[in-house]
């Protein structure tokens, strides 16, 4: 959450690469923004509430310049608060991704010590700190000195107008230093980087960059000098535009077929190895949050009825209080598209103290976890630009379909049938399909709270369905298993109600079926989404049996008939309120 990016070096257009950097982070918060510029010993600022969008900024030529672009944690989302932040004399400025968990103690001496605050977030006491340290000892070591008084996983970025020098220090966030000629950048993503140069170091946790006429890294803890070992990246970079499309989501729901048949042409090797480690492991565990997590669950009911193998599935931020039996012969597997969840690497980073295997399957080569784990499945599934995952929650079910029958030494019983889903996938998108849907989506954007049932391998799709319409339509939505029905949620059910239904052709189409009725005939209205009609449905979406390949169609369904209805709200689809991309905050 919250982007951050800084550029030092010969070039006068600081204003315009901190600019042009911002919008390429854009998506791990847009609040506000704001880019401050050197001038003289001095820091000049410009600040906005709302999306970078088509913005022009109005700031003077600079060689030094840094900026942010926000997810409010600490203090509403205003000029104010949003960064940089000031020092009293407005030669230090800084930009923070993270929580100063002490930010109040700090504050309270600060302010004692006559400091000035202007805004209500955690990261003004930043500069103030570090103005106050100054008065003692140099820059860098100023800033060394105030980030380990910081608690919480926090990344910053400093800029000191009178010394022309940047120092980044991170324990959490991730930071990327990028060596230019003449010229240094400092980005929360590579993608910010790589238009400079693909010379660059990835910060580890505890570690301090400086960057100025020269480049050091200095141990966070100890204060030493560390060598320096840059990284050359070799990796392409997709360049992404709509295209023909009106949004990412729509465009990223059409591309899923591109990326199943991907997947089911080029991945055997790979998740043979992968299902070797598993074959091997004492416990194997999913974890992922939100639509990750929705994932593993569906990778669980895989593993159970298809290779009759155990697997547990957590939310990875539970994972945390769940670890005190894993040892090293446990293997963790990693579900994550930015592959920077914070929720996911701090678990991640306990299992790895207890010496367990570490597999990521992630959408980001490069990324936290990709650099953290023993062994990676890359999704190739291309940048997500919309809030709102789509194409990397049908890669991960693939890949997880992909790996189950890989255990039972069948990988090509699994490359036919998501072969056919891409096909019925690809029927989904059309027309005829998307008219159908679209009328559907005008009915549920007019409803106040929907829900979704599903169960066995459709209970992850019925979380799925309703995590995809809270985030782009903020109609509450409720996804639940069918047989929990009767132990709660059916007292919801009146006149009117909505309940999408999934009930493809498995062992629990009878069940699913009984629950609908028992829906309806409390006033419900039934959305059946299955490969044949009933009378228990008041609106049908039919999705071909595609075997197992079904729980990954029938989910394109929920994607759509939620992109259609924030289109019917006059919602943007791809960056919805309160949202970000990359969630970097615990
Ligand atoms: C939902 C969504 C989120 C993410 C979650 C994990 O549409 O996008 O629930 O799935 O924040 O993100 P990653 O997969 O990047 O770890």
């Not at 499309?245 to 048949?261: C, G, S, T, Y």
């Not at 992630?362 to 990676?376: E, I, K, P, V, W």
């Amino acid at each position: 959450m919250c982007g951050i990016f800084g550029y030092v070096g010969k070039k006068s257009s600081a204003a315009k690469i901190v600019f042009d950097g911002l919008k390429l982070l854009e998506y791990r918060g847009y609040d506000s923004w704001g880019i401050a510029i050197k001038i003289k010993n001095k820091f000049i600022i410009e600040k906005h509430v709302g999306k970078i969008g088509d913005a022009k900024i109005n700031l003077p030529e600079g060689d030094l310049g840094i900026g942010h672009t926000r997810w409010a944690t600490h203090g509403g989302v205003t000029v104010a608060n949003a960064h940089p932040h000031l020092d009293c004399t407005k030669s230090i400025t800084v930009v923070h991704n993270g929580i100063v968990e002490n930010f109040q103690e700090i504050k309270d001496k600060l302010v004692k010590l006559g400091h000035k605050f202007v805004s209500e977030t955690d990261t003004e006491v930043i500069p103030h700190l570090i103005e106050e340290n100054l008065k003692h000892i140099g820059f860098a070591s100023s800033v060394r000195n105030s980030f380990n008084k910081l608690r919480g996983l926090n990344a910053i970025v400093v800029a000191n107008a009178v010394s022309k020098e940047i120092v980044a220090a991170k324990n959490g966030s991730p930071l990327i230093a990028g060596i230019g000629s003449g010229e240094f950048l400092v980005s929360s993503d590579i993608v910010g980087i790589v238009p400079h140069t693909r010379n660059v170091i990835f910060l580890k946790d505890n570690e301090m960059v400086i960057l100025g006429k020269e480049i050091q890294l200095i141990s966070l803890p100890t204060g030493k000098k560390l060598s320096i070992r840059p990284e050359k990246i070799d990796w392409k970079f997709e360049n992404t535009s709509k295209g023909k499309f009106q949004d990412f989501m729509i465009k990223e729901i059409h591309e899923q077929p591109l990326i199943v048949r991907n997947i089911a042409k080029n991945y055997s090797e790979s998740l043979k190895k992968l299902a070797n480690y598993v074959q091997n492991a004492k416990g194997t565990f999913f974890i992922g949050a939100g639509t990750a997590f929705h994932a593993g669950l569906s990778g669980t009911y895989f593993f159970s009825k298809i290779a009759k193998k155990h697997v547990n599935t957590t939310v990875a931020s539970e994972f945390n209080y769940l670890e005190d039996f894993l040892t090293k012969e446990s293997l963790v597997i990693v579900l994550s598209q930015s592959g920077e969840t914070i929720d996911v690497v701090e678990p991640v980073n306990r299992a790895k103290s207890k010496k367990s295997k570490i597999v990521a399957i992630t959408n980001s080569l490069g990324s936290t976890l990709y650099r953290m784990a023993d062994y990676n499945v890359l999704l190739n599934a291309g940048p997500e630009k919309a809030v709102a995952s789509t194409k990397a929650y049908i890669a991960k079910l693939s890949v997880l379909l992909m790996l189950t029958f890989a255990l039972i030494n069948k990988e090509e019983r699994a490359k036919e049938i998501l072969l056919r889903t891409a096909k019925e996938m690809e029927r989904l998108l059309e027309s005829k399909q998307v008219l159908e849907i679209k009328k559907i989506a005008k009915f549920l954007s007019k409803t106040r709270n929907i829900y979704a049932l599903g169960r066995g391998a459709s209970y992850p799709s019925a979380l799925e369905a309703a995590l995809k319409i809270k985030e782009v339509t903020y109609i509450p939505t409720e996804g639940f298993p069918g047989g929990e029905l009767k132990h709660g949620t059916i007292a919801l059910i009146g006149h009117g109600t909505p309940v999408i239904v999934f009930a493809p052709q498995d062992e629990t189409y009878e069940s699913i079926i009984s629950n609908a009725i028992e829906i309806k005939s409390r006033g419900g209205v039934i959305i059946g989404i299955s490969d044949r009609q009933s009378s228990a449905f008041d609106y049908f979406i039919s999705v071909k049996d595609v075997e197992e390949g079904s729980y990954l169609a029938q989910v394109v369904v929920a994607q759509l008939l939620a992109y259609y209805m924030a289109v019917e709200l006059k919602l943007d689809p791809d960056m919805p309120r309160n949202l970000a991309k990359s969630v970097t905050v615990k």
